[in-house]
């Protein structure tokens, strides 16, 4: 059973710019959770999403944002890039709320 | 406020020895927990969870985590540590949604 994959692998920014991050989910998995592991900040709740709605964010700004796509696949936008956005963003999916969440490779986003 | 406390931000054993990681949460209600495991510029691998039942977890790669309500704990146990082990450990608790995750202890292991 193939996990969740996450694209691109690196990305590289300026500030000012907007990034685009993608995920798809384990098949059959719903739910998408984005989360971001910044340096000193730890691993923080980002972004959840469910039968292509979007159920919940955490404490980031209205820059940050997504959408979910009919097969379950994720996106995760990031407009007016600042340096502060520098890190690994990890996309998590699960069946529903009441399961474990597995985890991607991530996307490290460099804002230059 | 839910939380989880990793008290060890960074533990150095020799390989073969017992391995203990410490995680204490807060948290209101019965709690559902989990240990990650990160590799150097990797995502998250499930090492274990709890919902409820035994208190007494075991997981993949030989490890095990038990369950204390009484010291709001969730330790995370091997016997016997390999040098692959070296990684970054996350305790999380569930909350609603989302996971809520401990700063991580690094693991170096020595040969």
């Known amino acids: 059973e193939a996990g969740v994959t996450q694209s691109p692998t690196h990305l590289i920014k300026t500030r000012g710019q907007q990034a685009t991050l993608r995920c798809s989910p384990i098949?059959?998995?719903?739910?998408v959770y984005w989360y971001q592991q910044a340096l000193g900040l730890g691993l923080q709740f980002l972004l959840w999403?469910?039968?292509?709605?979007?159920?919940n964010r955490g404490n980031f700004p209205p820059r940050f944002s997504g959408r979910q796509f009919p097969n379950y696949s994720s996106e995760l936008n990031v407009n007016a890039l600042e340096l502060e956005d520098s890190a690994l963003y990890l996309c998590?999916?699960?069946?529903?709320?009441?399961?474990?969440?597995?985890f991607g490779p991530g996307t490290r986003l460099t804002v230059t | 406020a839910q939380s989880v406390t990793q008290p060890d931000i960074h533990i150095t054993v020799s390989e073969g020895a017992s391995l203990e990681l410490r995680c204490n949460y807060s948290?209101?209600?019965?709690?559902?927990l989990f240990w990650y495991v990160q590799s150097p510029g990797q995502g998250l691998q499930l090492l274990l969870k709890?919902?409820?039942?035994?208190?007494l977890v075991q997981g993949i790669k030989g490890f095990e985590a038990e369950f204390k309500r009484s010291q709001s704990s969730f330790n995370l146990r091997k016997p016997s540590v390999h040098w692959s082990d070296a990684a970054e450990y996350f305790c999380?608790?569930?909350?609603?949604?989302?996971?809520?995750f401990g700063t991580g202890t690094r693991l170096q292991v020595f040969p």
């Open positions: 998590a999916s699960s069946l529903d709320t009441s399961y474990e969440q597995y």
């Open positions: 098949s059959g998995h719903t739910s």
């Open positions: 999403y469910d039968e292509g709605e979007e159920r």
């Open positions: 948290y209101g209600a019965t709690p559902y």
């Open positions: 709890y919902f409820s039942g035994d208190t």
């Open positions: 999380a608790v569930r909350h609603t949604d989302k996971l809520i």
